[in-house]
Nanobody, 131 residues
């Protein structure tokens, strides 16, 4: 079965960095666009970043542009999220998710920020940023 397993979360001071990883198995990884979302207590799920199946297109939420970088290694079936200059408002559970490049309504990964389009989700990793 399909598994997405996140790792790399933790407690960090404001201004610090974390590198999140998401290892995928049970799916043709190179045929999936990959996204990172986050959800803080009492808040809705929020798009953070996305990378197309080839790695050629990347998308970021305005709140993380210039601080976070998404990348993927198709040989390792892994997607990464490098988070720098972390702020207390970045505190959340971070989830990786996969959406098939063939998904209806997702041509060219135009659905990057639409969480309902994603086929598979990981269990999440907690990121806590202290002030």
């Amino acid at each position: 079965q399909v598994q997405l397993v996140e790792s790399g979360g933790g407690l960090v001071q404001a201004g610090g960095s974390l590198r999140l990883s998401c290892a995928a198995s049970g799916l043709a990884f190179s045929g999936y666009n990959m996204g990172w979302f986050r959800q803080a207590p009492g808040k809705e799920r929020e798009f953070v970043a996305g990378v197309s199946w080839s790695g050629g297109r990347k998308y970021y939420a305005d709140s993380v542009k210039g601080r976070f970088t998404i990348s993927r290694d198709n040989a390792k079936n892994t997607v990464y999220l490098q988070t720098n200059s972390l702020k207390p408002e970045d505190t959340a559970v971070y989830y990786c998710a996969a959406v098939s490049a063939l998904t209806s309504g997702c041509s060219g990964y135009g659905c990057a920020d639409e969480w309902r389009k994603y086929n598979y989700w990981g269990q999440g990793t907690q990121v806590t940023v202290s002030s």
